[in-house]
T-cell receptor, first 113, second 113 residues
Framework: DQQVKQNSPSLSVQEGRISILNCDYTNSMFDYFLWYKKYPAEGPTFLISISSIKDKNEDGRFTVFLNKSAKHLSLHIVPSQPGDSAVYFCAARDGGGAQKLVFGQGTRLTINP | KAGVTQTPRYLIKTRGQQVTLSCSPISGHRSVSWYQQTPGQGLQFLFEYFSETQRNKGNFPGRFSGRQFSNSRSEMNVSTLELGDSALYLC????????????FGSGTRLTVV
């Protein structure tokens, strides 16, 4: 039972263009959604989060959009830079009060010069 | 401020042995959670401790256990190791308040042979 899904294992984008990473979820009890960036052999690095009561959050080049009715969120990176090449994980926090994150399978983003 | 420290970084064990991994959270953080990352299953929640009490546990067998000390440092133990336990084990610390406050360590790469 995969509650958080990232259906695209990989994405290739040209430098300077917009990168859009998508994530779908099934559990209506999730209260926060987070995006992490990960390099091999390192721990995930937090990028941006959004509360389930919001529909947009922006931080510099990163914007996360949440569509609760569709149970869908997306991460937009504009403009994309070579240093953005990494695996991106979508995660959702179980709203039951426990500090538990449910992760998607990840999307490998490659920014081409 | 210092980040989350996990030791050791790499570990090789034999099937049937047991292993203990250590995590020192960010100073002041009282919540420590553990995750297992494997190529097939992605990042999966193991358990979370807050003020020395286990608050939540994932769907892992009883061979996986943990504890938290009064200084918030946490240890994770896996007994009777199996080949399938080979993974990157990640620890995350949080103040327990903000949903975005999860900071991950670099992980311990465990190889079971």
């Amino acid at each position: 039972d995969q509650q958080v899904k990232q259906n695209s294992p990989s994405l290739s984008v040209q430098e300077g263009r917009i990168s859009i990473l998508n994530c779908d979820y099934t559990n209506s009890m999730f209260d926060y959604f987070l995006w992490y960036k990960k390099y091999p052999a390192e721990g995930p690095t937090f990028l941006i989060s959004i509360s389930s009561i919001k529909d947009k959050n922006e931080d510099g080049r990163f914007t996360v959009f949440l569509n609760k009715s569709a149970k869908h969120l997306s991460l937009h990176i504009v403009p994309s830079q070579p240093g953005d090449s990494a695996v991106y994980f979508c995660a959702a926090r179980d709203g039951g009060g426990a500090q538990k994150l449910v992760f998607g399978q990840g999307t490998r983003l490659t920014i081409n010069p | 401020k210092a980040g989350v420290t996990q030791t050791p970084r790499y570990l090789i064990k034999t099937r049937g042995q047991q292993v203990t991994l250590s995590c020192s959270p960010i100073s002041g953080h009282r919540s420590v959670s553990w995750y297992q990352q494997t190529p097939g299953q992605g990042l999966q929640f193991l358990f979370e401790y807050f003020s020395e009490t286990q608050r939540n546990k994932g769907n892992f067998p009883g061979r996986f256990s943990g504890r938290q000390f009064s200084n918030s440092r946490s240890e994770m133990n896996v007994s009777t190791l199996e080949l399938g336990d080979s993974a990157l084990y990640l620890c995350a610390s949080s103040s327990g308040l903000e949903a975005y406050g999860y900071t991950f360590g670099s992980g311990t790469r465990l190889t079971v042979v």
